[in-house]
């Protein structure tokens, strides 16, 4: 009472005056992009509104818009998102776990700790294109160490088989779902990181104090806690993965496929590059046919999304 009676009315009311101004600003900026958001949902619905059917849902593109589908590209972004999703979420909580809770305390294993944060933390802001490309070197190719994708050095089953796999691996849906995973790793390293360190530091000296060793602290207290917050990096992530077209045209390399891949080294597209395929076109329908692909898109991401906040709120309970 003694501070608030030392500042004079008019110094109170300025106060008073900038919160709310600020609060205005904040309440406008958050307006003006739901607006936004808005007009661009309400043109997208517009105009594809009319090519939304079962049609559109279980065929495979034409070069008429009236017959156009998008079953192989569906398909295919479903494959490389699940490749993506089983292999980057273990390895970036995993490398997480390691960064933020067995710390070195040695001096030089210390420096070699920042540095690789460091450059963990640079990767985020890496264009895809940049990922794609290493994909195509690393994945696709193999640094060119074991032949050429179209002469394997090593297969298992046959391409009529479900579980056919190669190496190298070619430009296939195993490629493409692996270099999606190297464009998410940082951002779910990242997220699982902060996660962690959201958890009270009481709760992980209460488990050893009772005789838990410093995994059976992590595995039991700390991770349970922190798999909130870590789904919802997930969720992030995965929206980005989903979305991705430069590093998936650089794995693809076409845009245009009828069919579904059959296994993990087929050929594939993506919803993304289809979509752009039909809005590059001249023709207005095809414009239509690419909103409606949208939509689409925007649906299998809503369920991807739904799926890991239901899974996060499991966990909060």
């Not at 997208?44 to 509104?49: H, K, L, P, R």
Request: net charge neutral; charged share 10%.
């Amino acid at each position: 009472m003694n501070e608030l009676a030392s500042h004079p009315p008019s110094a109170r009311s300025g106060r008073f005056l900038k919160d709310h101004l600020f609060v205005a600003v904040c309440l406008l900026a958050a307006g003006l992009c739901i607006a936004v958001l808005g007009v661009l949902l309400a043109s997208i619905i517009t105009q594809g509104i009319e090519h939304l059917d079962t049609h559109l849902l279980m065929n495979p593109p034409s070069r008429k818009p009236e017959k156009a589908g998008i079953y192989p590209a569906m398909i295919g972004t479903i494959y490389i998102c699940l490749v993506c999703a089983v292999s980057a979420i273990p390895l970036g909580v995993g490398t997480a776990i390691l960064l933020e809770e067995f710390k070195p305390r040695q001096k030089t294993l210390a420096r070699l700790h920042g540095f690789v944060q460091l450059n963990i933390t640079n990767l985020a802001g890496v264009p895809s294109v940049v990922y794609g490309i290493l994909g195509m070197t690393a994945f696709v190719e193999v640094f060119k160490v074991m032949g050429s994708p179209g002469d394997p050095v090593w297969t298992l089953g046959t391409p009529e088989n479900w579980y056919y796999l190669q190496l190298p691996f070619g430009r296939g849906v195993l490629a493409g779902g692996l270099t999606l995973m190297l464009v998410v790793l940082p951002i779910i390293i990242i997220s699982s990181q902060e996660a962690l360190r959201a958890v009270p530091n009481s709760l992980r000296q209460g488990a050893l104090a009772l005789g838990a060793t410093r995994l059976q602290m992590v595995w039991g207290t700390t991770l349970p806690a922190a798999v909130p917050g870590i789904m919802t990096g997930t969720i992030l992530a995965m929206s980005r993965a989903i979305g991705e077209a430069a590093p998936i045209l650089i794995i693809a390399g076409v845009v245009y496929i009828t069919f579904t891949p059959e296994h993990l080294m087929d050929d594939f597209t993506a919803m993304p590059l289809q979509i752009y395929d039909w809005a590059s076109r001249p023709q207005e329908s095809f414009h239509q046919v690419a909103a409606s692909g949208i939509m689409v898109l925007m649906a299998i991401l809503l369920t991807f999304n739904a799926a890991a906040v239901m899974i996060r709120q499991k966990f909060q309970r």
